[in-house]
């Protein structure tokens, strides 16, 4: 089964351009969807990675890459 790796575009917290890059080589081969998730309360103090029904946060981007990392497939 494939990975689903959403991030917003809205969140302060993470760059896209960088976030894409990072989660691409974690997940080789997945096509990360950018856009607003709604999920703003969240959004708006932490960065966030919403990968395969969980939503995983972290002070930092590369935090919650990390911690992604467990729930790659």
Do not use: Q, W
């Amino acid at each position: 089964m494939a990975n689903d790796i959403r991030i917003c575009d809205k969140c302060k917290h993470m760059k896209v351009k960088t976030a894409v890059s990072k989660l691409e080589r974690l997940a080789p081969g997945v096509s990360v969807k950018v856009g607003c998730k709604s999920y703003c309360g969240p959004c708006s103090r932490f960065a966030f990675i919403y990968i395969n029904g969980r939503y995983i946060t972290g002070a930092t981007e590369d935090e919650a890459i990390e911690k992604a990392r467990k729930y790659v497939k």
